[in-house]
């Protein structure tokens, strides 16, 4: 059963601390997504990339948000430093896109719920 | 921008009977794609049923059907036979099918009661 993983499922940390979550998508996906949810936003895209490659990270934060693929199998977010205000969900996706239609299927992870003190 | 809204913030229907979920959406492009997802409180976020809007036909996954009205820009879904299980957040979400998409877009959700 091919599933989207995600670690930590939870963190906690205080306000300046550096955090990183990481994904690792379904096993030839090759596209991987970044969304953040809080109750006052909603889902938000923030990053995503395709073949590894960034292709749209305009929805985060740059100045302490970095997203990165280091491989195929793993995708990661890291926020240095954090805020009280990054508190949220934070769950990746992936997907099998080509590069003529879009509009594939995202499959989710389950998420990592983020606390910042 | 696209925009999908979900004018429902809550729904509750006795199990057994049947609920529609609505959800609108505002879009300038012709092809695209729509997608309702659950989340239950384990807070997964599990697909449950797509639509292609150059499709005509309604897409259906067993109790669980929707009414696409293109013209409206309206997609909602309806749950038959609703079950305990279905309790849960439930996000309208849309897709640009365009070689520029930029991931998905979703609505603020509808909470989904189900009254045993």
């Known amino acids: 059963d091919a599933r989207v993983t995600q670690t930590p499922r939870d963190k906690v940390t205080e306000m300046g601390q550096e955090v990183t979550m990481r994904c690792q998508p379904i096993l030839g996906h090759n596209t991987v997504f970044w969304y953040r949810q809080t109750m006052m936003q909603g889902l938000e895209l923030l990053a995503y990339?395709?073949?590894?490659?960034?292709?749209?990270d305009s929805g985060m934060p740059k100045d302490r948000f970095s997203a990165e693929m280091p491989d195929a199998t793993l995708a990661t977010l890291k926020i240095q430093p954090s805020e009280p205000r990054d508190s949220a969900v934070y769950f990746c996706a992936s997907g099998l896109g080509t590069s003529g239609r879009m509009g594939e299927t995202q499959y989710f992870g389950p998420g990592t719920r983020l606390l910042v003190l | 921008a696209q925009t999908v809204t979900q004018s429902q913030p809550e729904m509750s229907v006795q199990e057994a009977e049947t609920v529609t979920l609505s959800c609108t959406y505002d879009t300038s492009e012709s092809d695209y794609y729509l997608f309702w997802y659950k989340q239950p409180p384990s807070r997964q976020m599990i697909l449950v049923i797509r639509q292609e809007a150059y499709k005509q036909q309604n897409a259906t996954e067993n109790r669980f059907s929707v009414n696409f009205q293109k013209a409206a820009k309206s997609f909602s879904l309806k749950i038959s036979d609703s079950q305990l299980g279905d309790a849960a957040m439930y996000f309208c979400?849309?897709?640009?099918?365009?070689?520029?998409?930029?991931?998905?877009?979703f609505g603020k959700g509808t909470h989904l009661i189900i009254q045993p």
């Open positions: 979400a849309y897709d640009d099918s365009g070689g520029g998409a930029d991931g998905l877009t």
């Open positions: 990339f395709r073949n590894r490659a960034p292709l749209d």
